[in-house]
C-alpha cells in the first residue's frame, strides 16, 4: 500500500477542512514522499528523533504524529539544532512524515472524543477545540482524580472549590489552558473546564469566577492519539505505537 | 507617611526604568491616589479580591502586588466580571494598588535574586528577566528536589537527565518557560534552566537539546515578593502578608 | 426596579447591534453592576464628575450618558488623572455608568433624528451616522440661524453661499466635521451638510467643491440627549436632567 | 530671479530639516519647475484655486503656501474633484506652488514665533510644535479678548476658569487642538493652552484637569504667514499677499 | 463628441469592474477633463512625454494607455522628476489621459484574448489576468519562434526542454512573470507558461518543475493595445497610433 | 578538513555581517552538518537538484552557493515540490549546502567587485549592493557589448542613448534592476546603470530621466561565483565547478 493511501484513510477520519486555519499550512504530509510503498507505521504525538530511530529500527517508514514536526517556518536546516538533527536523520532514513493536528482534535475519533469517552460523558457541544459534554455528577476533586487515573497523570491539578458538583464538562485536548475564549466558552456552557499547558493569570482568572478548572499535562490528554491512529490503520499495514514517554517528570517520579 | 512615600521608598529598590517596554504602562501606581495618608499595607503576588477584603479587615489603604491588577487594557468596568469587581471593592474601600512587576524581577532584591539566594548561589549574569549563577556541583534530581523544598512547590517537574552534575543555573521566576529566548540564553550559557508555565512543546526542545530544564509554579516562584517588599517598607508603616494561598492543588492535596 | 432593567428598556429603543464596530465594546454597560435596585437616573451628554456628584446629591445611583466614559483603553485608574478622579467616584458612590453612543445616534430616537425634527424636516435617507432629510425651501444663511436658534448655539458657522437656497439637508451630530466620506455623501445627496468638530481642511474641501456647510458646536447638536434618555425612562424611575452646561464660552459670554 | 533662489531665501528661514518626519515629503517644492525665472509672488495659506487666479491676474507664477496643497497623496487627478482643478490651474498657468508647514510652524520667524510675539510674550521652552512663553500676568477671559483682538478673530472660545490670571501660556498654531501629547505638555509647562481645530472631548479633558484653553480659529491663527513669507522675500521679487479670506462666517456675520 | 462619452465606449469593451482590487484607483481617468469635446486620440501602451508631445503635434487632446500614468500615488508633482514633468505637459497642452489597464488585460478585446488570437488558440479557462488555450500540437521551440514572430519580439527566451509538445498554453500579458500564484495555476492547467518580466529565481522554479516557460517581453506582448484601442473608437473620432517603440533594444539592435 | 573550517575561511573572505537584514538568516549553513570532514566541495550560483547530483557523483560533501536554497521560509517539505525534492536528496547523500549571499554581493572578492574588474573599472563608491566605478571613456552601445563579450550574454538589453560617451559606471549584479533606490544612486553618481531581472516600468523611468541602463541576465552577472568560491578554498580541499548552465536559452540558441 502506497503512503498517498494511507493519507486517504486517515482524512476519511480527520478531513484537513477541520483544521484551524492557521494550522492549515502544517497539516498533511509534513516532509517525505508520498508515492512510496509504505513499510510500516510508527504512531506517535510527536515525530522527536526517537520517534524516528524506533521507525527505522522497526523497518517502518511512515510516522503519524499528532503534532506538526515544523511548527515555525524553517529558513535553514541546520543538524546543530534540534529540529535541524530530526530532519536530516528522516531524509537520511526514507521516512514520510504525516501530522493531523487541529483537523484530528475535532474529528469524531479524536483526541477529545476520546477524552469525552474516557470521561464517560456524552458529547453535547463543540467551539473550535474544546468539547462540552453531559457526566453522571461528580464532585470536582474526585473528577481530578478520575482525569489523573484514566489519563495516568500523576501532575494533575485542581483550581477552585473541590467539592462541588459537576455534571457538565468542557474539555480541550492539548494546551487550551492558554485560550482565554475557551475559558469563556466553558464558564458560559459548561460546570468544569478540562486542559493542559494553563499559566498562572488562568488560574486567577477561574479562581475569581469560581469556576472550578482541572489541568492535566498536555502530553497525557493527547498521547492515546497513538492507540487511535493506530485503530484506523492497523489493519492495512504494520504499525506500531511509539509509546512515546511523558517528556517530564514529577517529583515522586525523580 | 503618604501612600507617594511609600512608592518613592519602593522605586528606589526597583526603579520602574528596569522595568520591559511593554509592561512600563502598567507599572507604578495601578489604582487609586497617591496623595492620601497610608493606614497600612498588604503585600501579596496578584491583588485578588481576597486580598483587597484581608486590607480592609486589617484596617490598610495600599495594597503592594507583583503582578499588575490590570494586565489587559479595559474598555469597560463591569461588576460582573473578575477585574470589574475588584476594581470597583477597591474604590469603595479606598485601597490604592501599586504594582513592581519586571522591574522587581530584575533589581538586586527582587524576585531572580532572592530564587539565586534560595539556592545558594552566585549571580554571575543576567538578561532580561533570566539570572544566570553558580552553585556547588549537584545532580539535576537533587537540585529539583531543593528548588521543591526552598519554595514548598509539590508540583516541581524535570526535564531531561536527573543524573547530570550541574553548576551553573538559569533562573526566571514566573512565567519564563514559554520564552525561547530565554531557554536559548540559558542553553548558551548554563547546565539546567530552572523556570514556571512551560507549555509542552518547550520541554521537547530541552529534551531535544539534551538540556535539563526544572519547572517550578509560577506562584511559588514569586510569592517571596510578599516578604520582599514587606522588608522593604516594613519600618515605615504597618505591613500585613497577605498570605496569598497557591491558586492550584496538587492530586495529594485534592 | 433593577437597572438591568432600565437597561433593557433604553435597548429596545437603541439596541446595540446598532452601533459602529469600533464603539462597540464601549456601548452598553460601562461602570458598575447591572443587578442593583435603580434608585433614580441623571440623564447626560457627559458623564464627567460634576454629573456623578449631581447623582449623588439627588439620591440617584444611575448615570445614562451619550458618550462613553472611558472613551480610550485604560491601563492604569490614577486619581491625579481625570478619567481616575471619575471611575473612583463613581465606585465610590455606588453610580452605574450606561452609554448609548452610536447605537443611539442612529436609532428611530436618536440625536440625528432630534436635529431633523428641530429643523422641521423628513428624514428620506441614512448613512450610518449621517441623516438626510427633506425641509422647506430655506437661505443656507436662514438656516444657519435656525440651527443656532433650535441648538441655542451661539458658535454656528457657515462656510460657503449664504443666499442659496436649499431643501435637502445632510445632518450628522457630534463630530461628523472630520470624516471625509460624510461629506462625500452630504455632496452627492444633499444641498447642504450640517455637523461639528470640523478642522480647517473641511472648510477648504467644502469651498472648494461649492458646496454650503453648516458647523454647530458638538456639545449642542446632542444634549438633546439629556431629554430623550428620559423621555424613555421617566415613567419608570425617577430622571434628573444633568443640564450640562456647554463646555466653551464664546466671546461674548465671557 | 530664479523660483530656485526664492526657495533657498525662503529655506533660510524655514529649513526643511524642522518638518516633522511625516510632513517631509509634502514640504517644498510642492509643483512646477523651479527652473524658471520667477515674475512674482502670491503669498497664502492655503493655495486654492482662487489664489491661484490671483496669482494669474497679477502676473505672478510662484505661490508660497503654508499648507500643502497635496495633503492626501494622489493616485489620479481629476479635474471634477477639487485638488485636481486646482493643479490643472497651476500647470496651464505656469505657477509653482512651494510649501513650508511644520518646518514654518517651527522656525524663528514662523508662526507660533508670531503668535507669541502678538500676545508680548517670550518664548522660554519649545516641544514640536507647541511654543511655551511668559506674558504679563493676565485672567483667561482677558487674554482670550487679546488673542480674538490680536487675530481678528470673532470665533474664539474659552475653556475653563475666565477669571484665573496666567503668565505662561503654550501655543501652537493651526489645528494643535487634537494633539493629546500638546495638551499634557502645555498642562505640564504652562497655565494656559492656545490652539484650534479642537474636538469636543479635548474641551472635557481641559475642564476635567482644570487647566484654562482658549480655542482661535486655525485660519486666524495662521494667516499671518502671508505676511511673513513677503517680508522674508519681498525685496528680492514682488510679492503680493493673496489676502485670503476666512473660510467660515460666524452668525453675526452672515 | 466628449472625452466623457469616449470613455463610455471604452468601458463597454473593459468595464473597470474587471479591474484588480489594487488597480481600481489607478484605472479610468487618470488625469484631466472628461467634459471637454475630444479633438482626437492617441493609443499607447505607456503615456510618455513622447506620446504626449505626438497628441499635440496631432491636435489630439486625450491619450489612451494601456498602463496608468500614476503608477505610484504621488505626493509632489515636481518638472524635475519624468512623472512631473509629463503631467506638467499634459495640462498645459489640455491632454486628458484614461487608462485601461487590468480591466483591459480581461476583457474580451483585451491583451489576453489578443495574444492568443495571434497564437490560433481557443480560450478553455481563465484565472485573474491570466487565460489558458487550446492550440494545435507544437514543440516549444517552434512555439517559441511563433510568438518571437507574431510579437516581432526579439528578446523571446525558453526555459526547459525545447522539444516537447505541446498543446495547452497559458498565457499573460505584460509582466505576469514574477507571480509565483501564475506560475502555479499555469503549471496544474496548461503545458507551457508564456509570459513576461520573469526574475531569475522563476527561471529556477520552472526548469525544477520540468514545466517549459516561454518568455516575451513586456512591452511586445502588450503594444497591441494601441490597434485594441484605436479598432474600438476609431470610428468615433481621429485615433491615431503612437506606434511607441520598444524600450529597450538588443544586442543586435545597437 | 572540516566543513566548519571551509566555512571559516569563506567568511574571511565575505563576513556574513555585510548580509542584508532580511537576508541574514539565509547566509551561511543553509542546509547540514558544519562538523562532518569536508570531502570536496561544488561551487555553484544555485545549489539545484541538478548542483547537488554533480557533487554526488564527483565525491564532494559540500555544496558552497551564491543564493540561498531556502529562499522562502518552509513550513512543509514535500518531495513532490521542487525545493522538497532538493533537499531530500541533500540529506539523503549527506551534503551540507552553504550560501554566502547579499555579503558576497559587498565583499571585496565578490560578484560586483568582479564584474568592475571584467569591465576594466576602478570602484570608487559603493551603496548597499550598488558599486560605482571609473572606467576608460566608451559609448553606451560599446560598452554594452564589452558586458555581453565579458560575460558571454547574448540577452544583453540597451535603454537609452547607444552612442552616448560615459566613464563613470553603477554595477549591481543580480536582479538590482527592479529596485528604485539604486537606480536613483546610479543616476546620482554615475553616467549609466548596469544590471539584472529589470521589469518594463524601469526601462521608462530611465529613458524618461535620459539616463542609459544596460542590462544583464542575473544568471550571467553572478555565475562567476564559482570561480571565486574557488579560488578562495580550492587550495584546501577538492573543488569543482557546478558549470551551472543558463536557466534560458535566445532565440538563436533554440
Redesign the interface.
Known sequence: MKISEIIDILEQYAPTILADEGDR??V????????KECTGVVTCL?A??DVLKKAVENGCNMVVSH?PM??Y????????E???????Y???N?ITIYSAHTNFDKCEVGTNASLVKMLDGKVVDTFECCFVAEVEPIAV?NL??KV?SALSD??????GD?DREVSKIAVCS??GG?AFSYLNYANRNADVYIS??M???M???????DFPVI?F???ASEIMAEDVFKSIIGDKVKVIKANQPC?????EE?
Chains 1, 2, 3, 4, 5, 6 share one sequence.
Open positions: 499550512p502544517k498533511g504530509l509534513q516532509m517525505g514522499n508520498r508515492h510527536d522527536t528523533l503534532h515544523i511548527y517556518p524553517l529558513q535553514k536546516i541546520d543538524e546543530d534540534v529540529n535541524g538533527e530530526a530532519i536530516a528522516a531524509f537520511r526514507d476533586g481530578a482524580k489523573a500523576k501532575s494533575v491539578k485542581v483550581i473541590v492539548g494546551g492558554g493542559g499547558d499559566p498562572h493569570h488560574y486567577l482568572e477561574a479562581l475569581g469566577r489541568e499535562s498536555h502530553y517528556p517530564f517528570r514529577t517529583l525523580i
